[in-house]
C-alpha cells in the first residue's frame, strides 16, 4: 500500500466517525479555526512566500498563488460564514406513509469521502475543509506543487484544531505534490466518494481520461458578455472593465466580448477603461477598425500596440490573463449561437434594455450562470451566500455552478416499520 493509499483509509474512517458530531460542535470547531487562522498569519506567509519565490513573476497563476493579511482575514471571515450556515444533513427532502403503514423518508446525508484536485490557490485548502466538514464529509486534498507549502501551512493549523476538539484529524488529507498520488485518488474505489477537478484545461482532461471513481469538473471557463444593441454604454463599460480586469486569472473572468454591430461605433467608449490595465484585445474585422481609428483629438481609438486580430482559437480560449477577444454580430441570435458553438458551459452575460432580449438570453443560453446587466465575476460561492465553494461546475449531473453544502450531499432513504412483510 502507497502512502497515497493509506492516507485515503484513514480519510474513509474519518468519514465514519464524522456521523458522531452534531452540528453545534462542528460550528464551534470551525469558529476556532478562523481563530487560529488568524492568530497565525506570519506562519501562513512564511510558507506562502517560499511558494512565490518559485514561481517566474510572469507566471498569470502568481495573482492566485499570493497572500496577504487581508486575504487571510477574508479566508477566516468565509470559515465563520460557513460555520453559521444552516447544516445541509438530515433534512427530510420527501415522506409518506405508504398503503402497507410502512412509514417512509427520504433524507439527506453526506457524500462519506470527497476528493479535490486543485492547482496554485491556497485558500481552497481551508475553503473545502470547512465546507466538507460542515456538511459531515472527510476530504483528501491534493493541491499543486506551486502552493504545497502553504497548503500545507493550512492544513497544520486545521489538524490542530481538530486535536484541541478531541476530534478525529483524519478527516482531512493532504496528499504528496507529486503527480503519482493523483493516480492513486482517482483509482480508489470504494473510498473516495466523490472527485472534484478545478484548475487547468490539462489537469481536467487528465481526471475525465483517468478517474475511476465519480467527478466533477469544475472551472475552465470561456466567458462570454453580449453588448446588446441599445444597451448602456456607461453601466456597460464599468461592467467589463471589472469583469476583465477585476480578476483576470480566475475562471469569471470575461474571455470574449459580443457586440451588436450597431454598437461598433460604441466600443471604443466600452472598453476604453481596459487600456489603463495594458488589456490586449483580439478583435475581429469589424471591431478592429472600429478600434483603430482616429478620435477628434487625433488619438488612436484603442492604443495600437495592445489591439491584435483575433484568429479563430481566440474564441475558445480561456485567457486567465489580460486578453480579450471582441466579436462582431448582427442580432441577438447570432450572439446566442456564437456563445452556443464556443462556451464551456460556465458564465454568459447579455448587457441589454431589451426586457424581450433579455428574457430571450436568459433562457436559450444554457450555461451554468447566466446574468443580465451586471459583471460576469459574481460566479463565486462567497458572492451566493455559500460561504465559500468547492468548485465551480460546469456539468449538469449532481451540481451546477458554484457548489456550496448542498452539493455535498447525497441522500438516502428511510424505511420504519412495525413487523410489515412483503407479499
Known amino acids: 500500500m502507497t502512502k497515497t493509499q493509506a492516507q485515503i483509509h ?16 462542528i460550528s464551534q470547531v470551525l ?63 420527501e415522506k409518506r406513509i405508504l398503503d402497507n403503514g410502512l412509514f ?17 490557490r491556497p485558500n481552497v485548502t481551508p475553503d473545502i475543509f470547512s465546507l466538507c466538514f460542515k456538511s459531515g464529509n472527510a476530504c483528501v486534498l491534493k493541491g ?3 502552493a504545497h507549502n502553504s497548503h500545507q501551512a493550512f492544513v497544520e493549523i486545521i489538524t490542530d ?33 466523490l472527485v472534484v477537478a478545478r484548475g487547468s484545461r490539462s489537469l481536467i482532461d487528465f481526471t475525465r481520461d483517468n478517474a475511476k471513481v465519480p467527478f466533477i469538473e469544475t472551472g475552465a471557463g470561456v466567458v462570454h458578455l453580449y453588448f446588446d444593441k441599445g444597451a448602456d454604454v456607461k ?4 461592467i467589463v472593465e471589472n469583469s476583465k480586469t477585476s480578476r483576470p486569472a480566475v475562471c469569471n473572468a470575461l474571455d470574449t466580448l459580443i457586440v451588436h454591430e450597431d454598437e461598433l461605433k460604441n466600443l471604443p467608449k466600452l472598453v476604453g477603461k481596459l487600456a489603463e490595465h495594458q488589456v490586449e484585445l483580439r478583435a475581429d474585422k469589424r471591431a478592429f477598425e ?39 454580430v448582427v442580432n441577438l441570435a447570432e450572439a446566442i449561437q456564437h456563445i452556443g458553438a464556443h462556451s464551456t458551459g460556465h458564465t454568459e452575460v447579455i448587457l441589454s434594455a431589451n426586457q424581450l432580449n433579455i428574457e430571450r438570453f436568459l433562457r436559450e443560453v444554457d450555461s451554468a450562470a447566466v446574468y443580465s446587466n451586471c459583471a460576469t465575476v459574481f460566479t463565486d460561492g462567497n458572492q ?37 412483510v412483503r407479499e
Not at 235 to 238: A, D, F, Y
Open 10 to 25: 484513514l480519510a474513509k474512517l474519518a468519514s465514519i466517525n464524522l456521523a458522531q458530531y452534531d452540528d453545534q460542535k
Open 31 to 93: 469558529l476556532d479555526l478562523a481563530v487560529a487562522i488568524e492568530h497565525q498569519t506570519a506562519k501562513i506567509l512564511q510558507a506562502n512566500r517560499l511558494d512565490a519565490d518559485k514561481m517566474d513573476t510572469s507566471d498569470p497563476k502568481l495573482s492566485r498563488l499570493v497572500l496577504d493579511e487581508n486575504k487571510i482575514k477574508n479566508i477566516a471571515d468565509g470559515i465563520r460564514q460557513v460555520s453559521q450556515l444552516k447544516t445541509p444533513l438530515r433534512k427530510i427532502l
Open 104 to 120: 417512509l423518508k427520504r433524507v439527506s446525508a453526506p457524500l462519506g469521502v470527497v476528493g479535490v484536485v486543485y492547482e496554485a
Open 144 to 146: 499543486g506543487s506551486d
Open 161 to 193: 484544531v481538530l486535536e484541541k476538539n478531541n476530534l478525529d484529524k483524519n478527516c482531512i488529507q493532504l496528499l504528496s505534490p507529486r503527480r503519482e498520488a493523483v493516480q492513486d485518488l482517482l483509482e480508489a474505489r470504494g473510498l473516495v466518494d
Open 235 to 238: 453601466k456597460g463599460k464599468l
Open 290 to 328: 472600429s478600434l483603430s481609428g482616429r478620435d477628434s483629438f487625433g488619438q488612436y481609438q484603442y492604443p495600437t500596440k495592445l489591439l491584435k486580430h483575433s484568429t479563430a482559437k481566440d474564441y475558445d480560449t480561456e485567457f486567465l490573463s489580460l486578453k480579450m477577444a471582441i466579436k462582431t
Open 384 to 420: 451566493y451566500g455559500l460561504g465559500a465553494e468547492v468548485g465551480i461546475s460546469t456539468q449538469k449531473l449532481h451540481a451546477r455552478g458554484p457548489m456550496g453544502l448542498d452539493a455535498l450531499t447525497s441522500y438516502k432513504w428511510i424505511l420504519q416499520g412495525d413487523g410489515q
